[in-house]
């Protein structure tokens, strides 16, 4: 594949195989300021004895509509500064789609939701305050269920749906609850079914789930007398909330220029800090209080209920298969449970309906992605976005088809992944993938054909295998930029927007700078944003910023060395073509003898023999848009466009113990084969496969959200909803890196944050039903679903 | 108003006298008050371990703790472990290791892990997952913490009994 046309980046560093840097595992730049306690989150700034402190009305309903406010009582309290509700902020906004509020409107569409709040001198007095507001409902019949929305009877959720403000890909139904319906045609499905020997047809669902970041979120506005607008924040997108920020409140008279974002470290983001959600919040009360820095941290309840979660699907499916295991046609049904909002939502439905075939080659594909209200908290973006969910159905179908084709399930899929130039399911060609490789080199591991057996008469053991795949969903236009600027002693400021959120981006963005200029990780300084400071990025999400930012770190790290070597060719006299960077400085292939550091020259510049200078301090810049991508297609098959930028792939097997009467599961061992191109950092990527995989682990073996029947999230704790301690963890996790270079990439990497959580669900299910016999069809798969299921079974 | 009580203590070996409202959690005034901050809130009750503190030598959740009750003890968090101002040997592993991802359980992680190896110098891997199991933490997976402690005790992969 030649490389991608517009943002590519191209340079002779591609075909230097003695990187320095790059491939090696760099100590984390962030990593003494996190081991000593000094790396500061957002509530551990200090905003002086002027914080005021919010506490949010919540409405108790999952759908009324609000009759009257009473804010008199919560006013009269001492200490408390301000009483603000919807009616103070009458705007819509949202990221994809204008559907949320900062307050509730005239509607509350979910238990939890903001209707209200109490700033206070005191989180104590604002607390008693906000006890005092008084909110009466008319109480509604609420919308729970995602095939009950879709009834034709169905109340509508967001009757106004049609006037909302939406990014040209989404297509909402109006007078309906269906917000988006991405829908993919691909050949002749008559033709798909016709030539098929069997069709296999079945249903699986995914509930919903909660990041759980150990940092819950939080942010503190403070709108000054100058009417400048700073808010701090827990964040994966500065930019795009500084952004949403001036668009939401322009009616105020606020501007871009008068709004900043300044991001600390993120303790775990998922998905879950990116966007806007309760930072609006944080934002708007600031603008009541001129003058007064307000704090809003949401307590470990908030965070289960009003960020994002991530959605629930029902996936109904149907596979055309031949005899011989060639699969002819795929059709699939997603009902995405998007919630009551669906302004960031939405668009991972749309990103799971291109991609729903799974890393497969078919010829004949049917997909409808359905993303419908409910009145349960608005779902959004969640590592994996969408790929995690329809996966689950996928793999477990495609498990159970090879096992009635008695087929191998390695070499079935073997038989149907896609390979590198392969149609996509709009109608562009597969980037380059190791696929193949990573399935056999699973397997190997995994021991794949070889039964194990426990000594423990109550155990059963299985494995389990599936395959992943993923690309970046964004607006074809998401961009990266960077600053360089170097210091007195030759090290190096990197100056990027996107965050480091664990996943290890300060450091691998230092290691891409000190590739190109010949200087150790140790003398690069990088941190998180202020946006004012640092130039623009849209987000940190999509697994993109190793590749998106890179590039712009790559390009501004070239524009720097073609200063460094303008300078020295211009004052020095030296042949600018035999100039190259090397340990801190500048040598020439023609006159080994020749060698100027970095440092007596970078910022002073180089003094000529009559005592004038030339050069000056070295400030270089870089730049990173996929040019080559559109998200505009056939609303009616989605075929044209280029809405993916590339797919990142891989396989993953495992093997469990099963206890057969508490249906607990073991696991001695699990694999995960990736090819994510070049690899930048191996123990930055090792960690994204282990805590990845144990993150995916736990959705489908231990985390379970429930509900009451009027909508009211039962278990906003973890106490009652179960993530993984160290004693829950599997005894071998192997990471396996396959690495056929990305041609855009920076040194040939694509993305692989999200990936690595995303198989562990149908891993689990089909190890489970090679164990018992047993195909369980719906997630979570805890102890207790598998001890029932063997229950029903005799 | 309550009234207020006046209690000392050492806190990372300095003596500290404050006065203290009956009600006033330890973690508040650590942080709030005193301007501590490497113990951090997660769920403000006692589930996710990331405000872990040592009191008189053992770890304790101190989101559960009120203020009141360290009159007279001895507390450390993480400030407290640093060799003169520079990190341990632990934490030097930690750091050589990349163990930690987003870092806002290290903290809390770090003082069980430290407590653990105090009790047990040669750890199996069951004692650390046993040590570790009161710390959340969504990144890593636990696997390369688990690891890192286990090299620090002397045994790759674990010691034996």
Known sequence: MAAAKGGAVSDELEKKIDFKVIGKSAVRVDGKAKISGAAQYINDLEFGPGLLFAEIVESPHAYARIKKIDTSKAEKVTGVVKVVSGKEFPFRFGLYMHDRYVFAQDHVRFVGEQVAAVIARTPAIAKKAARLVRVEYDVLEPVLDVEAALQDDAPLIHPELAKYQHVPWFFPKKNSNIAHFRKVRKGDMNDGFKSADFIFEDTYTVPRYAHCSIETHGAVGLFDHSRRLTVWAASQSPHTQRHLFAEALAPLGITHKDVRVIAPFVGGGFGGKAGVSMEILAAALATTVQGNPVKVMWSRAQEFYNTYQRQGVVAKMRVGVKKDGTITALEQKLHWDAGAYVEYGANVVNAAGLSATGPYRIPNVSIDSVCVYTNLPPGGPYRGFGYSEFIFGLESHLNEIAKKLQLDPVEFRLKNAIAEGDTLNYGGKMNPSGLQECIRKAAQEIEWGKKTVSSDPKKATGKGFALFWKAPAMPPNASSTAFLKFNEDGSLNVLVSAMEIGQGFLTVMAQIAGEVLGIPVEKIRVETPDTDRNPYEWQTVASHITWSTGNAVKKAAIDAREQIFDTVSRALGKDRDSLYLEDESVKSKREPAFGLKLRDFVINGIMMKDGTWRGGPIVARGMFMPEFASAISDPETSQGGKPNVHYTVGASAIEIEVDRETGKVRIPKVVLAVDCGKVLNPDLLKGQVTGGMVQGLATVLFEDMRFSDEGKLLNANFTDYKIPTAMDVPDEIVSIFVEHAQPDGPFGARGVGEHTMIPAAPIIANAIEDALGIRLKSMPITAERVALALLDRK | ?161
């Open chain 2, 1 to 161: 108003m309550m009234m207020k009580k006046s209690i000392s203590f050492q806190l990372n070996k300095e003596m500290r006298t404050i006065d203290v409202s009956p009600n006033e959690g330890l973690l508040e005034m650590l942080r709030d008050r005193i301007g501590v901050k490497s113990p951090k809130c997660g769920c403000d009750r006692g589930d996710c371990g990331t405000c872990t503190v040592v009191i008189d030598g053992k770890t304790v959740r101190s989101c559960l703790v009120l203020a009141i009750e360290v009159d007279g003890s001895e507390l450390t968090t993480l400030e407290g472990v640093m060799n003169q101002g520079q990190i341990n040997p632990l934490q030097q592993m930690f750091l050589d290791k990349n163990v930690f991802q987003c870092g806002f359980c290290a903290p809390g992680m770090i003082l069980s892990a430290t407590e653990l190896l105090e009790k047990h110098p040669h750890p199996t891997r069951e004692q650390v997952q046993e040590g570790l199991a009161g710390n959340l933490c969504r990144c890593t997976g636990y696997t390369p913490i688990i690891d890192a402690v286990l090299e620090h005790g002397g045994c790759k992969g674990g010691c034996r009994e």
